[in-house]
């Protein structure tokens, strides 16, 4: 029941309505047994959200766009790998001091370990925004070997400069030996389900296959790897770690992965019948 004693939680973006972060924070905070309650902020100002938090004495944000590396400036500590990413998705709240982290890459890295050691191991790594940063910061931890690709050149080779990694146009990464694939661009995101960002031809069998993009679960990519045999990664889990290790963050414990799964896939569901 909420009531004086029920902790304030929440996520700032914008736009931030279609945000799937209330469903996997209720649900495990109820089932955690914690009075607290996760809402979605539209932020305009971010500054003033900034106030609004250390003045409201709001626990715990996260932190989704366009203000992951905006934030950076206004917090009072931001800790090593978000600093080197140059993201911020998580803010604790500690007595008005806001410390900043990035859970985006720890949950790219448990997703992918689950189904392969990475230690490494070759990697093509489609796009160059703020998920691709994570993913990519992550491989490194792994000491993989990355091929960047990005539809804009300048940009991926920014990224790829960071990483200290090559940087090919998807024209050329056919024929690619590679271990790992992963989609961290928007493509064949809700409504463009029938897009998909590489040409079938580049799936070979045994690859494996990751799509950050969760709406809709099967991205045609998912589809086409699947159907000659690759090892897929929907976006769900990248989504669902990257929630949970907020969630410890915050509480000092780790919530029940499978049920947060199964909250993101019941409200995917749901969303696909409507749509
Ligand atoms: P995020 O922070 O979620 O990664 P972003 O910074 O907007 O979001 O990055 C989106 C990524 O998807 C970029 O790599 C973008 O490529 P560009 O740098 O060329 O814009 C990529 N992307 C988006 N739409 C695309 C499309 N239709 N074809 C290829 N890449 C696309």
């Not at 100002?45 to 938090?53: H, P, Q, S, Y």
């Not at 003045?55 to 500590?77: A, H, M, Y």
């Not at 990257?242 to 992965?257: C, N, S, V, Y």
Request: net charge positive; glycine share 10%.
């Amino acid at each position: 029941m909420i009531d004086a004693q029920t902790q304030l939680y929440g996520v700032i973006g914008n736009p931030v309505r279609h945000s799937l972060s209330p469903i996997i924070h209720n649900g495990a905070f109820r089932r955690m047994g914690l009075n607290a309650v996760y809402l979605a902020f539209e932020v305009k100002d971010l500054k003033e959200a900034i106030n609004g938090i250390r003045g409201l004495g709001i626990r715990g944000v996260s932190v989704t766009l366009p203000f992951k590396n905006q934030i950076i400036p206004f917090l009072d500590e931001v800790e090593a790998v978000a600093k080197k990413i140059k993201a911020v998705n998580t803010i604790v709240n500690v007595g008005g001091r806001l410390v900043g982290y990035n859970t985006d890459w720890c949950g790219a890295l448990e997703a992918l370990e689950e189904k392969i050691d990475l230690e490494g191991k070759r990697v093509v790594l489609l796009g160059a925004g703020g998920a691709a940063r994570a993913v990519g910061f992550a491989l490194k931890t792994r000491d993989c070997e990355i091929i960047l690709s990005n539809r804009t050149m300048d940009r991926g080779a920014v990224l790829a400069k960071e990483l200290m990694c090559i940087h090919q146009p998807i024209s050329s990464i056919e024929g690619l030996k590679a271990d790992v694939i992963i989609n961290a661009t928007s493509v064949g995101m809700h409504p463009y389900d029938e897009e998909s960002p590489l040409p079938k031809k580049v799936l070979k069998k045994g690859m494996i296959l990751m799509d950050i993009v969760y709406r809709p679960l099967q991205t045609k990519l998912l589809r086409e790897a699947e159907a000659i045999g690759c090892l897929t990664i929907n976006g769900l889990e990248m989504l669902s770690r990257q929630g949970a290790a907020q969630l410890e963050i915050w509480t000092g414990k780790r919530p029940e992965m499978a049920k947060i799964k199964e909250d993101l896939c019941q409200t995917l569901h749901r969303k696909e019948h409507r749509a």
